[in-house]
């Protein structure tokens, strides 16, 4: 198929909608607002139904309905919208429910701005809403990737039916970039006809969706059952990308967009003969604890950057486990970090380590 | 492009590349007019807007004219400043408006109206063959229609800037510049560029219609 070129926010409907996703709620905010202008203009073409509900907290339920019922279901918005969601999201974990949920992130706390950031990293991979769950996290750095993993998002939620959410800064959200649409790579899908509310016809019990355990023992058994789950994505979903790991001083790590302006000041340092590594996560939960674990002894040290005041950091350090010292750079607020400067901090870095 | 009307206002569907367009044009201009401005005009988009090259533009002489509250301020919200009626009213400058994706970005338009046609204008069609609702001669006439009848004004000329980006090829231009073409020809529009990134840019056969104008990718970070 050929490329085409498309924004950010629509490349990730188009993708849902070649997925099979049928069913959008949302609401708007910028800057992931032409995620559902393009599913309520695609949506109806493609026998699906597109609802702008009345607020983020109605359109997260309006998924847990029709997540349900055995539909692929997706809803989208930016980070101060996903907060408002979070008590939607732990019912669907709660519930066992597959959804995909894309939050295209913006400078936080609060109402924040509207450029770019990563302050939303605690909030999707902690969990924004209460109690023991996980939700599967991808971060793609480019237009591409990032199509690629939306459609196979909807395969990896039927799988452990769980809610998986994609994370893109805003600036993947805005971008141009060209892509194609291919296929991913075939999981067998579970039936869903075991628990989908799909209507008993007179012809058996009802499936019922709950999150409700009020008895202790009933609770802590749901709780253990999930843990296994969650053990198994951790154990086959970690991924990312290691980038000039050979030789290299020092190892940086970032995701998304921030990554790619890591490659750049690697690319620049590489020419003045300095070699500097990257680690990428492509999965934030699970994160790939693996890739800093075997790191090559000429690492020295490690520099997390974000567009935060520092929040992935904390996983690469536990990952690391003090093997090396960390530091961190990161600009915040809707400022994009520059390759000069990440460059300034890494020979900052190495002047210190001889 | 000094044989264009003083007034250029650049339209298209959204990601055709205006902005970059816009801002290569008034680059080029200002080496030829000490008189020029750019007005940004997008309310539609909150990212990749011309006016985040103001400081490039106004260090060459252009006058650069945004929101009314500053060309930082990241407002989702269409405030344009009336800033605009100077450079629409001054008959020595060079005016090129970029306005916002397609018809329902260049509704802002239709405020100007009067002066626009009572000074003259050129309103150019960007179109790039790779975007997914301009592929087919059906779809760019179609943002014709839908542009001209929000606005009241008229397309006057069709710009080919079909690209992928840095993987652009001549091939992808040339196909493109077979669409708008087709477009040509149905509409009598002539097609007034055929814009592309330097390197490509080269490369184009000096016969087709249209004047050759070279991209520099000013939008687009070095990382990107």
Redesign the interface.
């Known amino acids: 198929m050929a490329?085409?070129?498309?924004?950010g926010n629509?490349a990730i409907g188009?993708a849902a909608i070649q997925a099979g996703c049928k069913y959008f709620f949302g609401y708007p905010i910028?800057?992931q607002n032409e995620l559902p202008e393009y599913m309520s203009k695609e949506l109806p073409k493609n026998d699906g139904v597109f609802v702008q509900a009345e607020s983020e907290v109605a359109a997260i339920n309006m998924v847990y309905g029709a997540a349900g019922c055995g539909v692929r279901v997706m809803t989208s918005s930016s980070s101060p919208g996903i907060a408002l969601k979070q008590e939607g999201i732990t019912y669907i974990a709660g519930a066992e429910l597959p959804c995909v949920i894309v939050n295209i992130v913006r400078g936080g706390p609060g109402l924040g701005?509207?450029?770019?950031a990563q302050s939303d990293y605690f909030q999707s991979t902690r969990g924004g809403g209460n109690g023991d769950y996980k939700l599967l996290v991808l971060a793609p750095a480019n237009l591409q990737e990032m199509v690629d993993m939306v459609q196979e998002a909807f395969d990896m939620a039927d799988y452990y039916r769980n809610p998986v959410m994609v994370v893109g800064d805003?600036?993947i959200g805005?971008?141009?970039?060209?892509i194609e649409f291919r296929t991913p790579v075939k999981r067998e899908l579970p039936s869903k006809e075991g628990w989908a509310t799909t209507g008993t016809k007179g012809n058996r019990k009802p499936h019922i969706i709950n999150s409700l355990f009020l008895d202790p023992q009933g609770l802590e058994d749901h709780n253990i059952r999930l843990q296994k789950k969650y053990k198994t994505m951790k154990e086959n979903e970690a991924r990312y990308e290691a980038y000039n790991m050979e030789n290299a001083e020092i190892v940086l790590a970032a995701y998304g967009t921030t990554s790619?302006?890591c490659?750049?000041a690697i690319d620049k340092l590489k020419e003045e003969g300095i070699n500097i590594g990257l680690i990428r996560p492509q999965t934030l939960w699970p994160f790939p604890e693996k890739a800093f674990q075997e790191i090559p002894e000429t690492v020295k040290a490690a520099l997390t950057v974000e567009m935060s005041e520092g929040q992935m950091i904390d996983d690469v350090r536990l990952a690391l486990n003090g093997k090396i010292p960390t530091e961190f750079y990161g600009r915040s607020g809707?400022m994009?970090p520059t390759?000069d400067a990440i460059i300034d901090k890494i020979k900052e870095m190495l002047g210190g380590l001889k | 492009m000094l044989n264009d009307k003083r007034i250029r206002i650049i339209v298209g569907h959204?990601?055709s590349g205006k902005t970059e367009f816009a801002v290569n044009y008034a680059m080029k201009l200002i080496e030829q007019e000490s008189n020029v401005a750019l007005a940004d005009l997008d309310v539609v988009?909150?990212?990749?807007r011309s006016r985040e090259k103001a400081k490039m533009m106004t260090e060459k002489g252009i006058k650069v004219i945004s929101s009314a509250i500053g060309h930082d301020a990241?407002?989702?919200l269409p405030a344009i400043s009336a800033g605009i009626f100077a450079p629409l009213q001054d008959e020595t400058c060079q005016t090129i408006l970029d306005v916002g994706g397609d018809a329902t970005g260049a509704r802002v338009l239709a405020q100007f109206k009067q002066i626009i046609n009572f000074m003259g204008y050129d309103m150019f069609l960007v179109v790039?063959a790779?975007?997914?609702e301009t592929?087919t001669k059906e779809g760019v006439l179609r943002h014709i229609e839908e542009i001209e009848r929000q606005t009241g004004f008229k397309i006057t000329g069709l710009i080919n800037n079909t690209?992928?980006?840095r993987?652009t090829t001549l091939e992808e231009v040339l196909k493109g510049q077979a669409l708008v073409k087709s477009v040509s020809d149905e509409t009598n529009i002539p097609i007034k560029y055929i814009s592309a990134i330097e390197k490509v840019a080269q490369t184009i056969p000096s016969d087709v219609d249209g004047e050759i104008m070279p991209i520099k990718m000013y939008m687009r970070?070095?990382?990107?």
């Open positions: 490329k085409v070129l498309m924004k629509e188009a910028t800057p701005g509207i450029q770019p805003g600036m805005q971008m141009m970039e060209p790619r302006i490659k750049n809707g994009i390759p | 959204y990601g988009n909150v990212y990749f990241n407002l989702d790039n790779n975007r997914e592929q690209h992928l980006l993987e970070e070095e990382w990107m």
